[in-house]
């Protein structure tokens, strides 16, 4: 056992005499290390990043009668489920499809990336993000030039905006359908409750005919629930009870933000590589030369 330990055994000194020994071999491995991590940006396209803010507000004081029709398509929509629609794969080939500064074989290849592997080519191409303790939804969009970093930001926002604001039109279009069929049934129920009323003896003290305009009483109050909410799905229709709004536009940025901008860092961390290279070169060669005077001993 002592003779494996002191066979790993290693002294330090001696270590950094073979390496001053060896500096030239040792500065050529850290330049080397050092220009092959700045020269590897250089061969990566070029990356511009694009932010975009926006606001996601919903109006809680608007009356909703939804979750007692079960109308579960018009409840309020969240900020993260804003999140995940904004970087859905579909979402975001339609805004591509839209883009204006984009060339036609750049649009085919972000397309075809989307379409092979969409977790993989959204990961290069978009980052959303809800900031902590907001209501306010950050994209920020990559592209291979300014122009096209903020198109993709900005087509992407609109595209959605476009697409929220349609799909609630419908809903709200169901919803008013719906609305309407309900307030006729209970308007004729009411009806039909009041005319029972009306042809039955006036006897107070009958309790057939207490019970007939308590039935009257259930159904007026069912009626006018009703007309209230028909009211208030009218009012939000105009208002627009969920407000997405965009609060600070997609900028054009004028420096690179990808690989290319980060040469210093690429250039240290080769230069690390090429240090460890260095100091496994010089164990190596202490090895070799203790190696050497003990077969000579």
């Not at 700045?38 to 809680?60: C, G, H, L, N």
């Not at 591509?96 to 085919?108: A, I, L, Y």
């Not at 209230?228 to 969920?242: A, L, T």
Request: contains cysteine; hydrophobic residues 35%; glycine residues 4%.
């Amino acid at each position: 056992m002592d003779d494996k330990e002191q066979e790993y055994e290693i002294d330090l000194a001696k270590l950094g005499k073979i390496l001053w020994r060896k500096k030239k071999q040792v500065m050529a491995l850290c330049v080397a290390g050092a220009a092959l991590g700045f020269a590897y940006p250089m061969t990566q396209p070029a990356s511009y990043s694009s932010t975009i803010e926006v606001r996601v507000k919903t109006d809680e004081r608007v009356a909703n009668l939804s979750d007692t029709i079960n109308l579960a398509e018009d409840k309020p929509i969240n900020i993260m489920s804003i999140v995940e629609l904004l970087q859905s794969p579909g979402m975001v080939e339609k805004a591509v499809k839209n883009m204006d500064s984009v060339d036609p074989q750049e649009r085919d290849r972000l397309i075809s990336a989307l379409q092979i592997d969409s977790k993989a080519a959204l990961k290069t191409i978009l980052k959303i993000e809800n900031i902590r303790g907001t209501d306010l939804v950050k994209i920020t969009a990559e592209g291979r030039t300014p122009e096209q970093a903020q198109e993709l930001a900005q087509k992407l926002t609109d595209t959605f905006m476009q697409s929220h604001s349609s799909n609630k039109q419908a809903i709200q279009s169901r919803k008013a359908d719906f609305l309407d069929k309900q307030v006729a049934d209970a308007k004729k129920a009411l009806m039909d409750a009041e005319e029972k009323v009306a042809a039955s003896p006036n006897n107070e003290s009958s309790q057939s005919y207490r019970q007939l305009q308590r039935e009257v009483k259930i159904k007026e109050d069912i009626y006018a629930n009703l007309v209230k909410e028909q009211e208030s799905s009218k009012i939000r229709e105009q208002m627009n009870s969920e407000e997405i709004q965009v609060v600070s536009p997609a900028n054009l940025p004028s420096t690179e933000s990808g690989p290319r901008s980060k040469k210093k860092v690429y250039a240290a961390a080769g230069f690390a590589i090429g240090a460890l290279l260095s100091l496994g070169y010089g164990l190596f060669c202490y090895r070799k030369e203790t190696k050497r005077e003990e077969d000579n001993a």
